[in-house]
């Protein structure tokens, strides 16, 4: 199994543009989740989904920040615009039955820095 | 608002020592408490414990949850180079995206 895929993997992007990150969960995993790594605050839950539905977004810093999966093998988290303290981290993860299920598996994170 | 403390920040020791990862947390409505290695990339499943007392074991890895005192602490033994990495602690606190509080975690470093 390729685990779960992340992409890019480094993005350098200027403040005000658009940044669309991309995960391929592990095939037959129904959860998936997206995550935020900063020095400052760690490593921050945004949102998750179960069978490809939203189930709270709640931990979404704000407005510009947005999160779909349209179907059961992708996702994406976007932030538009995005600004210089968005840099940070950004991991996907999948597992099998839901939060529940705490053996996350981890993809590779992309690295965002927003100049 | 709930709070996962990590101690210490970072910790530097020879192979072979031992050594000890603390956890302390203030969560309301908790449920159980995770521990995560990251190395180089992205954090990878240590343990997960939801009863107090009970020692769970990997290898050279232990973890063990104090609900009375709030706290988990993960041992290791015989510690090697390839040990080397972020230990982060987790708490969950059910439903939905707030429900998981990861602490800022322990930098440990194993010289040769």
């Known amino acids: 199994d390729a685990g779960v895929i992340q992409s890019p993997r480094h993005e350098v992007t200027e403040m005000g543009q658009e940044v669309t990150l991309r995960c391929k969960p592990i095939s037959g995993h129904n959860s998936l989740f997206w995550y935020r790594q900063t020095m400052m605050r760690g490593l921050e839950l945004l949102i998750y989904f179960n069978n490809n539905v939203p189930i709270d977004d709640s931990g979404m810093p704000e407005d510009r920040f947005s999160a779909k999966m349209p179907n059961a093998s992708f996702s994406t988290l976007k932030i538009q615009p995005s600004e210089p303290r968005d840099s940070a981290v950004y991991f996907c993860?999948?597992?099998?039955?839901?939060?529940?299920?705490?053996?996350?598996?981890f993809g590779p994170g992309t690295r965002l820095t927003v100049t | 608002e709930d709070k996962v403390v990590q101690s210490p920040l970072s910790l530097v020791v020879h192979e072979g020592d031992t050594v000890t990862l603390n956890c302390s947390y203030e969560v309301t409505n908790f449920r159980s408490l995770l521990w995560y290695k990251q190395e180089k990339k992205a954090p990878t499943f240590l343990f997960m414990l939801?009863?107090?007392?009970i020692e769970k074991k990997s290898g050279r890895l232990s973890s063990i949850l104090d609900k009375k005192e709030l706290f988990s602490i993960l041992n290791i033994t015989a510690t090697q180079t390839g040990d080397s990495a972020v230990y982060l602690c987790a708490s969950y606190s059910g439903g939905g995206a707030d429900g998981l509080t990861f602490g800022k975690g322990t930098h440990l470093i194993i010289q040769p």
């Open positions: 993860a999948s597992t099998l039955d839901g939060i529940s299920s705490y053996e996350q598996y």
């Open positions: 939801t009863s107090s007392g």
